[in-house]
């Protein structure tokens, strides 16, 4: 596709349970971001891909957050045992290897009861 | 590390009125300086970057901002809004030259334009 498509769009789920939010980022992309977007705490930054590199994973909040990045395109950002407090809007982004300019997916909006 | 701040929460401002929206940020180093824009249930479009050189930037929907090294400011301006200016905008920044490019985001500033 043209954007960056993030699925699915809407999830509400109990506490407690896992959830895997999925990120298609714009092809030929190689930089790809998570950023978490609350009420509380507005935006922020969560983790980071460039191509084969290690991931840059200092803005993930605990261990029950993580994300993978399979063959550098598609990522899944998963997050267990949901807890109220992960109500957000999940947001990714992807850029060209230079990186200055991002583009954003619409999100994910993460509803935990 | 950097940090934003955004002055105003929110920003109501009548039709074709001119409007800014004041941006500030700290930084031991070197930055890069974003607007986004975001629209109800929308992800984040750019409006306009500061990279380097010239230090008004225009950007699109007919917004511009200017850097100002001394004031640490990147304060975003349209001289006469529309209804369709009504969003939500996001000033950030990002350390240049570090290899990732994460964004450091502002609160946010909800811009209303009455008719």
């Known amino acids: 596709g043209a954007g960056v498509s993030q699925s699915p769009s809407n999830k509400v789920t109990e506490k407690g349970k896992d959830v895997e939010l999925r990120c298609d980022p714009i092809?030929?992309?190689?930089?790809l971001y998570w950023y978490r977007q609350s009420l509380g705490q507005g935006l922020e930054f969560l983790i980071y891909?460039?191509?084969?590199?290690?991931?840059?994973k200092s803005g993930l909040p605990s261990d029950r957050f993580s994300a993978e990045r399979t063959g550098g395109s598609v990522s899944t950002l998963t997050i267990q045992r949901t807890q109220q407090e992960d109500s957000a809007v999940y947001l990714c982004?992807?850029?060209?290897?230079?990186?200055?300019?991002?583009?954003f997916g619409q999100g994910t909006r993460l509803t935990v009861v | 590390a950097q940090s934003v701040t955004q002055l105003d929460s929110q920003v109501p401002v009548f039709e074709e009125a001119p409007v800014e929206l004041r941006c500030n940020y700290s930084?031991?180093?070197?930055?890069?300086l974003f607007w986004y824009v975001q629209y109800p249930n929308q992800g984040l479009q750019l409006l306009l970057k500061?990279?380097?050189?010239?230090?008004l930037v225009k950007g699109i929907n007919g917004f511009e901002a200017e850097f100002n090294k001394s004031q640490t400011s990147f304060h975003l301006r349209k001289p006469s809004v529309h209804i369709s200016d009504t969003a939500e905008y996001f000033c950030?920044?990002?350390?240049?030259?570090?290899?990732?490019?994460?964004?450091?985001f502002g609160k946010g500033t909800k811009l209303s334009v009455i008719p």
């Open positions: 982004a992807s850029s060209l290897a230079d990186g200055v300019e991002a583009f």
């Open positions: 092809s030929g992309h190689t930089a």
């Open positions: 891909f460039q191509g084969n590199s290690a991931p840059d």
């Open positions: 930084s031991s180093v070197s930055v890069y």
């Open positions: 500061y990279l380097s050189g010239s230090t």
């Open positions: 950030a920044v990002s350390e240049s030259g570090a290899g990732s490019y994460q964004l450091t």
